[in-house]
């Protein structure tokens, strides 16, 4: 796939060299290398057709267009890309009166979507300098460093400067399908390196979240880090308390939710940052030996589960994440005195209000993880009618595969597990049998009620 390709890819230069201290890069510094369509795999064939149709309309318009990112950079490793970005010389205003089925989304980064059905293709302004102002346009800067508004528009060379990693500086043009190439991304690509544009450390401050990118492109990518890139990494995870608890979930779902969780786990556990997204699950784990062995297993598990493109939410990965903690609290709490069941309650409740001051939990899935735990007290209790009616649970097998992970980590004995096991593949005599071993035969008890006893009678 890369033949004719590889006489593009040099080693790192001068070019590089002035990438990598912004404090004295200019853009001039810049030596962009141009890779005619001969000479690269990347076809239309890889774009989808709503792709496409952005940018031939940008460019009818009079406007630059080139597919840039993610996109490219799989294509050039021989995958089919699934998310396209644009990048382009029209303003975000200019781009919405091209597309009637767009909307401008952003204040931090102003950007467009413009939406063909479930298809969304991402349609950015080229970004310039943020210590450069122009007009309404500037950027603001927090006095650690971190970018908290970035809406300077510039030139293609400063773009992609102001892009996260060398292997997504990476522009094709829909104009001749050449792809230009303005950091040895290619090169990059084809050594499996993960490296940043600029300094490490000062492009972790402008934004922290690049420490997360950096893991799980990595992981996705099967990258290794380059040295400089990581050397920040274990000095400045705690910038990340810096981040909103909503984008740092946003964050979390693309970390564990993309089919390599448990490389991304082990990452950012490696790099502190874990710690950072979950700091009472990183307590726990020090804690508890079987905490971590909890969620390497819920990962696996996940990971296996979207390989095989079945359903996967992220309730279930919440609850395995903080199941730790609820139980650490909830012991505690017993051992005051409180009930079992008020104490799983409560416990739940102090562990969500600390977690939310670092990541959001929305309540599509908080709702969700909170039943999971409550079926962890429940499905131990089977007398009766109470096995058919947790079996009916509308969580039930998400609970039901918590209480496997915990049996499989150690932190409870085997045995429960292997009897929900039986009783739902089970018919109607086996579960009977079942049930009468642990003496809640529905059957021996009949309808028997408890017998009221009669008031006496008021005397005539």
Known sequence: MFKGFTRFLHSPGEQLKTLLDPQESSTSALTPRNIPRSEHPVSRQHISDAALKVLYRLSGAGYDAYLVGGCIRDALLGKMPKDFDVATNATPEQVRDLFRNSRLIGRRFRIVHVRFGREVIEVTTFRGKPQDEHGDHIAHQSDEGLLLRDNVWGNIEEDALRRDFTVNALYYNIADFSITDFANGAEDIKTRTLRLIGDPATRYREDPVRMLRAVRFAAKLDFTLDPATEAPMYDQAPLLLQIPPARLFDEVLKLFMSGHGLVTFRLLSHYGLFGMLFPEAEEAMADAAWAEELIEQALTNTDKRIAEERPVTPAFLLAAFLWAPVKHRQEALEQEGMPPIPALQAAAQQVV????????????????????????????????????????????????DLLLLREQAGEIPSGLGEWWTAFQRGDEHEQRRLLQKVGGDPASQGDRRRKRRRKPSAPE
Not at 366 to 381: D, F, S, T, V, Y
Not at 388 to 396: A, L, S
């Open 353 to 400: 209000s600390r977690q939310l001051e670092f990541t959001s939990i929305p309540k599509r899935f908080g709702i969700p993880m909170r039943e999971i735990w409550e079926l962890q007290q429940r499905l131990p209790q089977r007398r009766g009618k109470k096995a058919f009616q947790t079996r009916e649970h509308p969580r039930f097998r998400a609970g039901y």
